[in-house]
C-alpha cells in the first residue's frame, strides 16, 4: 500500500512491536474496522494502515539471523524442558551466544522499524490527511507510536496526531505527558474522530484545529478527549457507549491477517467492582448488545468467508449468550467461538448447578469451544477483601464444574482456561505460602486445560492504584511512566527484566516476578499447561491440535517463533486456521 498517493480525510495506524507477542496478533482488527465504517457513513475518507500481518514482523528480522536464533533458542528451551545441567563447551556457552544473538536482532529490528516508520510517515506527509489516527498498545508498540509521532511531526507538522485505542482508555492524561500526540481520545473513537475531522473541515491550521478542540471539549461537546489547556492537561467529559450503537466493521485488506472475528456482545462489566481490572476503566457503562445484532453480524462475516469467532465482552452474562446462542441454533448457523465466562453465584446450590449446566450445553451446541475465566485467587478472604470478587471459591470450583459435565453431556469439546493473579495483596491475612497452597489446590479441584498466573498490576483508574496504601503497594512516581512503555519479555530470566519502582508488601519487582513465575513453575511441574489463552484454544483446535499435547506443542512452538523472530510456525498456523475458518463459513452455504 506504501507507494501510491491517497486522498484521505483521517488514516488509521494500527501500532505494532518490533516482534510478535502471541500467535493472535494478527487477528482481524475489529475496533479500527467499526471506526472505518461510522466514520465513511458520516462523510469522510478513511484509509486503514494495520501492520499487524505477518509479512511486516518476517520484514524486521534478517532470515539468516531468525534462523540463528531458532537454532539457539532450540537448544536452550530442549535443555530447560529435560532439566539438563550445563556440561560441555558448546552447552556453556549457548546462553552468551544467545543473549548476544538477541541482542543484534533487536539492534537491526529496531533499524528496520524506524525506516518503516520514517517511509510511513513520508506516506503520511503526501496522502492529503489532516489526521492521524493511532491505535496505541502497551510496551513496544507505545514506542513505535511514538517515534512515529515524532517523523511525522517532523515531516508534516500540519498533520493532527490523535492517539486512541486501549492504551490511552486506561491511561489518560499520562498519554499526553511526553508532548508527543496532540490529542488523545479514551474509549471509543467513533464519534470524537467524527468530530475533530468536521472541525478540521473548517480550519486552515493544526493550531487553530488544536484551539478549537479545546475549546469544543472544554464546553462538553467535544467528548472522551485529553487535551492540553493552559499548560495542565485536561480530560473532557466521558460520553456512554452503548454495545447497540457499534456499527460492523469493514475489512478491506485480510492478506496476513488470522479470519477471527471479534463480535461486540457486550461492553464494559456488569460486576464492575474488582479492584484490579481496567475494564469497567475503560467502558464505565455496563451495556449489552441485541442478540439479534450480534447474530447479524456473525452472518454478515459468515458471507465473506469468516466462521471462527471471540467475543469481546470482558463479562459476557450466561443469559444474554444464552439469547445469542438460541438465534444461532434457530437459524442453524454454524460457527465455533470462544469468550470471557463469569463464575455464576452460588453455583453449587442444585437447582443453580443445573440451570448452568443446561445453559453450557446451549452455549456448546451453538459452536462454543473455548471459555476464559477470571478465578483470581484459590481463597475466599482474598477473593473477598483483596480482589472485590463478590464470589466465592466454591462459586467459581462449582462453576467450571458446570461447563465441563455440559461439554460431556453434549460429547462436544470446550476447553478452559482459569486465570489467576498471584503474588496479590494479602494484608496479612494469610501468607503468601498458604495463597500458593490454595492457589494449587484450586487448580486442582477445577482441572482447567490452561492456567494463566498474573502478577498484579494496579492500573491507574482501578482501587489497587487508588488506594495503594491499603493494599500494600507502594508505587514510585515514575510508575506510571514506565508502566506506559513496559514491555512484558518472558522468555528472558525474570533477573533480566526491567525494573519498574513498585513494591508490594515488603516485595520489589523482581521479587514480585519471580513468585509469580514460582506459581506458573508448581503447575507446569503438576502437568499443567500454562499462559495458553481463549483465543489461542480456538487457533490450536482449528488447525487440529489436539488435547493436553496439543496446548504443549502449540505453546512450545509459538514461544520458539517468538523468541526467535523466525515465525514459519506461526504463518503456517494462520494459514491452517484461516482455512479453517473459511470451512467453517462454507458449512453455512448449504
Ligand atoms: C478481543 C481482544 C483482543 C483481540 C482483538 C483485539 C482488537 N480489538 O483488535 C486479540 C485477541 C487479537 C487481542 C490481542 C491483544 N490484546 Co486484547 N483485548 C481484547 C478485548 C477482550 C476486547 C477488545 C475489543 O474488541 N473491544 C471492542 C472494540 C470495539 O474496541 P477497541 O478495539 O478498543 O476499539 C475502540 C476504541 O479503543 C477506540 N479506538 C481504537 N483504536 C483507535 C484509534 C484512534 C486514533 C482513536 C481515536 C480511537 C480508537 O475506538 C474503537 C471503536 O469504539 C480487550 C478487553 C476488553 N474487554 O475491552 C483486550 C485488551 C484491549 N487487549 C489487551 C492486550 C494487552 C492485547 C495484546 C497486546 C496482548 C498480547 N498479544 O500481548 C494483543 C495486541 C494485539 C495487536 N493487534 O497488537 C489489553 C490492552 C492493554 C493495553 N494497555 O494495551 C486489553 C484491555 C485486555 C487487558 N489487559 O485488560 N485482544
Not at 319 to 344: D, G, N
Request: glycine letters at 6%; hydrophobic letters at 40%.
Amino acid at each position: 500500500m506504501l507507494g501510491e498517493t491517497l486522498s484521505v480525510d483521517l488514516i488509521l495506524w494500527n501500532s505494532i512491536a518490533k516482534r510478535r507477542r502471541s500467535p493472535s496478533d494478527t487477528f482481524l482488527e475489529n475496533g479500527l474496522g467499526m471506526l472505518k465504517t461510522y466514520i465513511e457513513k458520516q462523510g469522510f475518507k478513511v484509509e486503514i494502515v494495520d501492520w499487524a500481518r505477518s509479512e511486516y514482523w518476517k520484514k524486521l528480522t534478517p532470515r539468516s539471523l531468525s534462523r540463528l536464533n531458532r537454532f539457539l533458542s532450540e537448544k536452550l528451551l530442549s535443555r530447560q524442558v529435560s532439566g539438563l545441567s550445563i556440561t560441555g563447551l558448546l552447552s556453556k556457552l549457548i546462553i552468551p551466544f544467545f543473549f548476544i544473538s538477541q541482542e543484534i536482532t533487536l539492534v537491526i529490528q529496531k533499524r528496520r522499524m524506524n525506516v518503516m516508520l520514517q517511509k510511513f510517515a513520508e506516506f503520511i506527509r503526501d496522502s492529503g490527511c489532516q489526521v492521524l489516527g493511532i491505535k496505541t498498545w502497551y510496551g513496544d508498540a507505545y514506542v513505535n507510536a511514538i517515534t512515529l509521532a515524532n517523523y511525522v511531526k517532523m515531516l508534516a507538522p500540519e498533520i493532527l496526531i490523535v492517539a486512541g485505542g486501549p492504551h490511552p482508555s486506561i491511561y489518560r492524561e499520562a498519554i499526553l505527558e511526553n508532548d508527543v500526540f496532540d490529542i488523545a481520545v479514551t474509549g471509543e473513537g467513533e464519534k470524537a474522530l467524527t468530530y475533530i475531522l468536521a472541525l478540521a473541515r473548517h480550519t486552515l491550521s493544526k493550531n487553530e484545529l488544536k484551539e478549537k478542540i479545546v475549546s469544543e471539549a472544554s464546553l462538553g461537546n467535544l467528548k472522551n478527549i485529553v487535551y492540553r489547556n493552559d499548560d495542565s492537561i485536561k480530560i473532557s467529559i466521558l460520553d456512554e457507549s452503548d454495545a447497540n450503537k457499534k456499527e460492523i466493521p469493514t475489512y478491506d485488506n485480510v492478506d496476513g491477517k488470522t479470519l477471527i472475528h471479534v463480535v461486540v456482545d457486550s461492553l464494559g462489566c456488569q460486576w464492575g467492582k474488582c479492584n484490579f481490572c481496567v475494564h469497567s476503566c475503560i467502558y464505565p457503562k455496563h451495556t449489552i448488545r441485541n442478540p439479534q445484532s450480534v447474530v447479524d453480524e456473525i452472518e454478515e462475516m459468515i458471507s465473506k468467508g469468516i466462521g471462527i469467532f471471540r467475543f469481546a465482552g470482558s463479562s459476557s452474562s450466561l443469559a444474554h449468550v444464552q439469547e445469542i446462542a438460541r438465534l444461532l441454533e434457530k437459524k442453524e448457523i454454524s460457527i465455533t467461538y470462544s469468550m470471557f465466562a463469569l463464575s455464576e453465584s452460588r453455583a453449587s446450590d442444585q437447582a443453580i448447578y443445573s440451570r448452568i449446566v443446561e445453559s453450557y450445553k446451549l452455549l456448546v451446541r451453538s459452536g462454543l469451544r473455548a471459555v476464559f475465566i477470571g478465578g483470581e485467587a484459590g481463597d475466599d478472604r482474598i477473593l473477598h477483601h483483596m480482589m472485590g470478587k463478590g464470589l466465592i471459591v466454591d462459586d467459581i470450583s462449582a462453576t467450571i464444574r458446570a461447563m465441563r459435565e455440559a461439554s460431556f453431556e453434549e460429547g462436544l469439546p470446550l476447553d478452559i482456561g482459569l486465570s489467576l493473579i498471584y503474588p496479590s495483596p494479602t494484608m496479612g491475612i494469610i501468607s503468601l505460602e498458604e495463597l500458593k497452597t490454595a492457589n494449587i489446590k484450586l487448580v486442582e479441584q477445577t482441572n482447567p486445560d490452561s492456567v494463566l498466573v498474573n502478577p498484579p498490576a494496579p492500573f491507574p483508574g482501578v482501587l489497587w492504584n487508588k488506594e495503594r496504601k491499603q493494599f500494600g503497594f507502594e508505587l514510585d512516581e515514575s510508575f506510571t511512566r514506565e508502566m506506559l512503555e513496559y514491555d512484558y519479555v518472558l522468555y528472558k530470566p525474570t533477573s533480566l527484566w526491567p525494573d519498574i519502582k513498585m513494591n508490594l508488601e515488603g516485595m520489589n519487582f523482581k521479587q514480585i516476578l519471580e513468585e509469580c513465575q514460582s506459581l506458573r513453575k508448581s503447575l507446569e511441574g503438576r502437568g499443567y499447561v500454562t499462559e495458553v489463552t481463549d483465543e489461542h484454544f480456538l487457533m490450536m483446535r482449528a488447525a487440529g491440535y489436539k488435547g493436553k499435547e496439543g496446548a504443549r506443542k502449540f505453546k512450545k512452538e509459538s514461544l520458539l517463533d517468538i523468541i526467535s523472530s523466525d515465525y514459519r510456525w506461526i504463518t503456517q498456523l494462520e494459514k491452517t486456521v484461516n482455512q479453517e475458518s473459511r470451512a467453517q463459513a462454507l458449512i453455512n452455504a448449504r
